[in-house]
């Protein structure tokens, strides 16, 4: 693996890790939030935050913008309905077959300007 594909798997997970922070603080202020669901989730955030919190002000440090805008994407997440969860997934999809459809275009009007 690539030190660019270590990065980017790297800063997926601790965008996830950083989701999965915020979600828990809204799972706070359920009934579903027991005693021993407490503790565990004391638990995992303290670990969690340990674990990303370099990561983070590297980040932060090295492109305060791209940091930014990670926050930002987060919490857009954050902030979709269930269903809009689901539907994501057929977005992001479409957007890359279209993506990939754009990309063979260009490589065969390429091959066309070629031939000419």
Known sequence: MSDYNKFEEGLKLVVLYQATLEQM??????????QSIKKNMN????????LIHGPIAQLDKI????????????ELILDLSATELAQLKL?????????L???????LDKEIEGEL
């Not at 603080?25 to 027991?34: A, C, E, P, S």
């Open 25 to 34: 603080d809204n799972f706070k202020n359920t009934k579903l939030y027991k």
């Open 63 to 74: 492109n305060s913008d791209l940091f930014t805008d990670i926050q930002g994407k987060v």
């Open 43 to 50: 638990r995992l955030e303290k670990d969690i935050e340990q």
């Open 101 to 107: 459809q754009e990309w063979q275009q260009q490589i």
């Open 91 to 99: 977005v992001v999809d479409n957007h890359r077959e279209e993506q």
